[in-house]
């Protein structure tokens, strides 16, 4: 297993280019089971161990799926039904193809995704809709089996108790191609979901309301293949942010988009950075002198749980105490032990992190946990005094591309040791 030596404590001064979001490109890969004829063609597409697991994933189903220098080509139609335990069990996101397959196959197997460090993730969400939808199915031997009645599912009106982002996106999938109109209430409104509706849309679905908590659906026969631009990672865009505002110096990101990150610049401004920001770039800079700031995650406009450990990070050597309610995962402050073996003074209570700020962080060997602990103890590293070693950088390599490149590029002193 990969590992990374960091020498903390180089301020990071560059150009930083983020890449197409893993979490909208997941979603829109899978809708490669849906395409009736053509090519669905996927640009802006991360080159990430996930979009690699996801490739595998659609082959093993009987789509042809390629990526080649970060442009995905998805055609061909589904000829099996079943997403096996030994590629779901390494991506959560494999769940993804449950909608897809049902509604253009009529059946569906797809193993449990189960827990993972951050918490006990089920899927009953995703379930109860398709079931809305006329779906039956049955939980056996770890895998969900599914089938659509004989004639397809059925438009349905679907009011999620939560709001779940891949239960959203199972649903909108599934709905494309059902009969009649499917009406979402309580939608997630995360800018992947817009990506996702806006794929399908070209592709000649008729989704409209994406972006809001009403999602309106109206299932047509066929869907063909499009050309469409992955959206820019707003959580590595924000990573990044974040490792800008904790070394000092002077970050420019470009090709992202700063309005999916009103709520990180609300708190970056607040804690004393200076954010800057076009249509597409964002500028950060900061003389690391940071005031602590107290944060709730939530749902999207809300401040994301995906940068929650990143901020926490910020917050560890801010001048004075702060506090962080994680509400959307139940086990989300894995990293808060690593962070306490490099100097952070926190104190867990339940969702609660209470933060007194310290005046430096120490150099030590870490382990990642998590894909964004990881990141969070990678931005630790740069700050902290002498050298950190973060094992376990598979994490990493499920959703940041080319890394240690990146920052290497800002003046960061990061070597990848391979074993
Ligand atoms: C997606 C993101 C992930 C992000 C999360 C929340 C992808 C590939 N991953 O994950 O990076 O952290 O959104 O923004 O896009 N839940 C249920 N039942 C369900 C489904 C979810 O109880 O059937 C719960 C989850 O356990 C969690 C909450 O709902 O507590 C939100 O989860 P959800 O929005 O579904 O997250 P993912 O789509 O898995």
Same mark, same amino acid.
């Given at each position: 297993m990969d590992s990374l030596k960091i020498i903390g404590g180089k301020t990071l001064n560059g150009r930083i280019k983020i890449s197409g979001a893993k979490n909208a490109a997941l979603p829109l890969m899978a809708c490669? !089971?849906?395409?009736?004829?053509?090519n669905l063609e996927l640009s802006s597409m991360p080159n990430l161990a996930d979009t690699k697991f996801m490739c595998i994933l659609l082959e093993s189903l009987g789509i042809k799926a390629k990526i080649i220098n970060n442009i995905a080509h998805f055609s061909g139609n589904p000829s099996k039904h079943v997403a096996k335990y030994d590629i779901v069990r390494k991506m959560r996101?494999?769940? !993804?193809v449950l909608g897809p397959l049902l509604t253009r196959v009529g059946i569906a197997k797809v193993s449990l995704p189960g827990g993972c460090s951050i918490g006990t993730r089920p899927v009953d969400l995703h379930i109860q809709a398709l079931e809305r939808m006329g779906a039956t199915i049955n939980l056996f031997n770890g895998y969900i089996e599914a089938k659509a009645p004989r004639n397809g599912l059925q438009g349905a009106e679907i009011k999620f108790p939560k709001i779940s982002v891949g239960a959203t996106e199972n649903i909108i999938m599934a709905a494309s191609l059902a009969n009649g109109r499917t009406k979402i209430h309580n939608a997630a409104k995360e800018p992947e979901i817009i990506d996702l509706a806006n794929c399908l849309n070209s592709m000649g679905a008729q989704i409209s309301g994406?972006?809001?908590?009403e999602v309106i659906i109206k299932g047509v026969k066929c869907l063909n293949g499009c050309k469409h631009t992955v959206i820019p990672d707003r959580i590595e865009a924000g990573s990044f942010a974040i490792a800008g505002a904790i070394t000092g110096g002077e970050l420019e990101l470009i090709n992202c988009e700063p309005r999916h990150l009103l709520s990180l610049s609300e708190y970056l401004i607040k804690a004393g950075v200076n954010w800057k920001n076009t249509d597409k770039t964002i500028t950060i800079s900061s003389n690391g002198n940071l005031n602590p700031v107290s944060i709730t995650t939530s749902e999207?406009?809300?401040?994301?749980t995906d940068l929650q450990a990143q901020f926490m990070t910020l917050m560890s050597i801010a001048n004075g105490n702060s506090k962080i309610v994680e509400?959307?995962?139940?086990?989300?402050?894995?990293h808060v032990p690593e962070l306490a073996r490099m100097g952070a003074n926190i104190n867990l209570n339940g969702r609660t992190a209470n933060i007194s700020g310290v005046q430096s962080l120490n150099g030590a060997r870490l382990m990642a946990t998590d894909l964004r602990a990881s990141i969070s103890l990678i931005i630790a590293a740069l700050r902290a005094e002498g050298e950190s070693v973060v094992s376990r950088i598979y994490h990493l390599d499920r959703g940041y591309e080319k890394i240690e490149q990146k920052l290497i590029n800002c003046g960061a002193d990061i070597e990848r040791i391979r074993e």
């Open positions: 490669g !089971l849906l395409i009736n004829k053509g996101a494999s769940i !993804l994406a972006g809001t908590s999207y406009p809300g401040f994301p509400t959307i995962f139940e086990n989300r402050f894995m």
